[in-house]
């Protein structure tokens, strides 16, 4: 089955493969680095001293469209909202009452004693 792949192939799967794990733990990875520079710097680690965090579930906006974002909208529904018919309805976040944010945890528990 695989007597026909050659040595380039084979080295430019391992290649894609790696890129592809890299581009999957970048995210980790930069929060890692950033928590560090935070903490050498002298800053809450999470917040960066800005005492508020994104709400995970809206990214920040307090909005998020509804039926989530892997939602199938039909084909009909679609072209209108592309020749300015209808578009996504967005509906308030429930998890951050369309705050957008929260108070940081890490400076709360600094600043409630």
């Known amino acids: 089955m695989f007597e026909h792949i ?12 790696l890129l ?3 581009t999957i733990s970048a995210p980790k ?5 950033s ?3 935070r903490s050498s710097l002298g800053m ?10 994104a709400c995970s579930r809206c990214n ?3 909005l998020v469209k ?8 039909p084909i009909n529904e679609r072209d209108q909202s592309f020749r300015g018919g209808s578009k996504p ?7 951050c009452q369309s705050k957008g944010r929260f108070n940081c945890p890490e400076c709360y528990k600094l600043t409630s004693y």
């Open 6 to 17: 050659t040595a380039s192939e084979i080295a430019g799967y391992g290649v894609g493969t």
């Open 20 to 22: 592809l794990c890299v």
């Open 29 to 33: 990875i930069d929060a890692l680095i």
């Open 35 to 37: 928590a560090s520079q």
């Open 44 to 53: 809450c680690k999470r917040c960066g001293d800005l005492r508020m965090i």
């Open 60 to 62: 920040g906006l307090g």
């Open 66 to 73: 509804e039926g989530g974002p892997f939602t199938i909208i």
């Open 89 to 95: 309805r967005s509906i308030s976040c429930t998890k």
